[in-house]
C-alpha cells in the first residue's frame, strides 16, 4: 500500500496547494472557467485545505503502510475518488465547454479509485498484489 499512499500524498497535496493560492486557475483548467465570485474562491479554497490535509495524512500513514489506520485512510480515498470521478465526470457532461484537464482528472480518479480498491481487497485476502 505504500507506492498508493504516496502517489495519493503527492497528488492530492499538489492540487491542494493550487485551490489554495490561485483557485481560479485550477478552475480554469478544470472546468474551463474561472472563479469569479468571492464565495466560489472561499469554497475552492476550503476544499484545497481539505485535499492537502488528504495528501498529508497519506504522507504520513505511508511509513505504516500495513496498519489500520492506513486502510482507514485507503478506504476514505476510495470515496474521495470515487466522489470526485462522478462529480467532475457530470461536469463534462454540461453542454458549455470543459477545461483541458477535466477528462484527464476524471479518468485519473477512476485508475485511483481501482487501485484503492485493489489494496485493500489484496489485504483482506491476505494475498500482497503488485503495487
Not at 77 to 101: E, H, T
Request: proline share 6%; with cysteine.
Amino acid at each position: 500500500m505504500k507506492p498508493l499512499l504516496i502517489v495519493t500524498a503527492v497528488l492530492e497535496a499538489g492540487i491542494g496547494i493550487g485551490l489554495l493560492v490561485v483557485p481560479s486557475t485550477v478552475a480554469q483548467v478544470l472546468l474551463g472557467a474561472p472563479l469569479e465570485a468571492l464565495t466560489a474562491l472561499t469554497v475552492a479554497r476550503v476544499a484545497g485545505a481539505a485535499l492537502f490535509a488528504l495528501g498529508v495524512a497519506c504522507w504520513l500513514t505511508a511509513s505504516d503502510a500495513q496498519s489500520r489506520a492506513a486502510r482507514g485512510v485507503v478506504s476514505a480515498m476510495v470515496i474521495y475518488n470515487l466522489g470526485a470521478m462522478l462529480v467532475l465526470g457530470a461536469a463534462g457532461l454540461r453542454p458549455q465547454p470543459v477545461g483541458i484537464a477535466l477528462w484527464p482528472a476524471v479518468i485519473l480518479h477512476a485508475v485511483m479509485t481501482l487501485w484503492c480498491v485493489s489494496r485493500l481487497l489484496a489485504k483482506q485476502n491476505g494475498t500482497p498484489r503488485a503495487p
